[in-house]
Nanobody, 118 residues
Framework: VQLVESGGGLVQPGGSLRLSCAAS????????MKWYRQAPGKERELVGY????????NYADSVQGRFTISRDNAKNTVYLQMNSLRPEDTAVYYC????????????WGQGTQVTVSS
């Protein structure tokens, strides 16, 4: 099982980035995909998630209206489009795959750094 994030980097306030998370080793379409982030000295927080089919999304209040999660089940990839970035969005962003049921399966990527600074 692998989740590999990419697309992080340094961006100026007000700018945009798109993160990608490529999945392999499991049945991607069966998993809810989530994005988390962790800023220095802070706990990991949920940014948002997308349902298995992509028909439903949910976001933290802090990113609502600025961030968009999408997925391409044919490519086993989930995306996080981040617009109007703010310095407080600076964090390591993690991709997470979850499948609930009699057994819960939970996989994490290694994270990608996003820095918003002028």
């Amino acid at each position: 099982v692998q989740l590999v994030e990419s697309g992080g980097g340094l961006v100026q306030p007000g700018g945009s980035l798109r993160l990608s998370c490529a999945a392999s080793g499991f049945i991607f379409i069966s998993y809810t995909m989530k994005w988390y982030r962790q800023a220095p000295g802070k706990e990991r927080e949920l940014v948002g998630y997308i349902s298995t089919t992509g028909g439903s999304t949910n976001y933290a209040d802090s990113v609502q209206g600025r961030f968009t999660i999408s997925r391409d089940n044919a490519k086993n990839t989930v995306y996080l489009q981040m617009n109007s970035l703010r310095p407080e969005d600076t964090a390591v962003y993690y991709c997470n795959a979850v499948r609930s049921g009699s057994t819960v399966f939970n996989y994490w990527g290694q994270g990608t750094q996003v820095t918003v600074s002028s």
